[in-house]
């Protein structure tokens, strides 16, 4: 079955340092893939996302993720978080279904808390 | 200008009521969907409407029934509600099926006691 994995469910951290938030998919086939950061009761916001051409993507607020084919992974990094940066983060994956559709997976998704 | 914008914001309502969630976008975007986001804040899609056509049906109970006008407006009606019901609930739109970005509104936490 075609799935999303984000391995960490929370990531503690100290304001400053650097992050990498992991996401790991199960797919052979075209992929999109993005990130999605959820700040405390707001919905979703796109960070950024791959769809084709160079596999290191920069986002917004100094997010940046690398496309990995051959280890079927999208971690998302940043060098140095700010408390600002406390958030839910979800990884998706658009995948082309067996009828040629696209449909979209999400991850669980990963609890980042930034401690001064 | 709010991009995609739903009310009510929060619903309190008793089980067994029928309620209703209204959603609108003004992007232009011809893909709108319903989302449901629970304590644990896993996100599963409902339903996906493109160009007011039913794309998209998950495994949802038929007390959900989602209603597009046209394709800006998305509204999702909840029958006979259940505690097991209660969640956030959003709405999002986008240009495209999932291979572009979506927008997301700010939610409704719906709350069955």
């Known amino acids: 079955a075609q799935s999303v994995t984000q391995l960490d469910s929370q990531v503690p951290v100290f304001e400053e340092a650097p992050v990498e938030l992991r996401c790991n998919y199960s797919?052979?086939?075209?992929?999109?893939l993005f990130w999605y950061v959820q700040y405390p009761n707001q919905g979703l916001q796109l960070l950024l996302k791959y769809l084709s051409g160079s596999t290191l993507v920069k986002g917004i607020n100094g997010f940046e993720a690398e496309f990995n084919k051959s280890q079927t992974s999208f971690h998302l990094r940043k060098p140095s978080v700010h408390i600002s940066d406390t958030a839910e983060y979800f990884c998706a994956v658009s995948l082309r279904n067996a009828g040629n559709n696209r449909k979209l997976i999400w991850g669980l998704g990963t609890s980042l808390a930034v401690n001064p | 200008d709010t991009a995609v914008s739903q009310t009510p914001k929060y619903l309190v309502t008793q089980m067994g009521n029928d309620k209703s969630i209204k959603c609108e976008q003004n992007?232009?975007?011809?893909?709108m969907y319903w989302y449901k986001q629970d304590s644990k804040k896993f996100l599963k899609i409902m339903f996906s409407y493109n160009n007011k056509e039913l794309i998209i049906n998950e495994t949802v109970p038929n007390r959900f029934s989602p209603k597009s006008p046209d394709k800006a407006h998305l509204n999702l009606h909840i029958n006979s509600l259940e505690l097991g019901d209660s969640a956030v609930y959003f709405c999002?739109?986008?240009?495209?099926?999932?291979?572009?970005?979506?927008?997301f509104g700010q939610g409704t936490r719906l709350t069955v006691v």
């Open positions: 992007l232009g975007h011809d893909t």
């Open positions: 797919s052979s086939v075209s992929v999109y």
């Open positions: 999002a739109s986008s240009q495209g099926q999932y291979n572009t970005e979506a927008f």
